[in-house]
């Protein structure tokens, strides 16, 4: 864990982004930055975290502390959370995410263990740590990066839609338990983003990439952090994203799901 990159200036408030190197996940650090936010990054390259950690303190004059980390490895939330030494976490960004594209029973096993730990378990666990305090001072904001995955079935990668699934009705029946309370829980669920996403799960040729339209990941994060300001539950930027994943409600899902195979294997 580095120090922060300019000496703490008390009353600004601290955002917490995980997977803050690249694509949404550093596009929202960079607006909570813009926003007189102190950061907390968190990523597994040290040499990315430090490029970014310098690049937002210099722009914008904000201390940011950085922590290499691999939120895949079980007990890692709490790591982090301990390396934090005590300090209040007024915005929580669960970003860091990752897919496998391919047949489960051919997929690495420990790699789906791995991505179930990353998309769920971090997540969750991080949230449940920096909650408590929020509660405490009334106020908070909690962002989960689902995707619009999460609204149906995903053949040919089956762990990763079922893990944005769980993050959204987690994310979801979490902001209806804090109603009122001052702390407020969004859901970004993006589509198709041009981010290194694609890369890692092996799918930049896969129909969905192919045949879907696909947004840039600042205007992405640019939606989620204006829902997240106005306390909205659930966020789904661009027309098309929004009008698939509510469609998907009046089509039976075998039919659904048969579709999603299809547009993923074209």
Known sequence: MSSPTKGTVAGRPLALVTGATVGIGYELARLLARDRHDLAIVARSETKLRQVAEQLSAQHGVDVTWVALDLSVSGAALDLHRR?????????????????????????????VRMI???????????????????????????????????????????????????????EALDEELHGTGVTVTTLCPGPTATEFQQRAGMEDSGLMRHLGVMDAA????????????????????????????????????????????????
């Open 219 to 266: 205007s992405v994060a640019k939606a989620g952090y204006r829902g997240m300001l106005r306390g909205r539950r659930l966020v789904i930027p661009g027309l098309t994203n929004r009008l698939g994943s509510f469609s998907v409600r009046l089509t039976p899902r075998r039919l659904v799901t048969r579709i999603v195979r299809r547009i993923q294997q074209e």
């Open 84 to 112: 934090l030494a005590g300090r209040a976490v007024d915005v929580l960004v669960n970003n860091a995410g990752v897919g496998v594209f391919g047949a489960f029973a051919e997929a690495d096993g420990d790699a789906a």
């Open 117 to 171: 730990r990353l998309n769920v378990e971090a997540p969750t666990h991080l949230t449940r740590l920096v909650l408590p305090e929020m509660l405490r001072r009334d106020a908070g904001r909690i962002l989960n990066v689902a995707s619009t995955a999460a609204f149906q079935p995903g053949p040919l990668m089956a762990v990763y839609y079922a893990t944005k699934a769980y993050l959204l009705h987690f994310g």
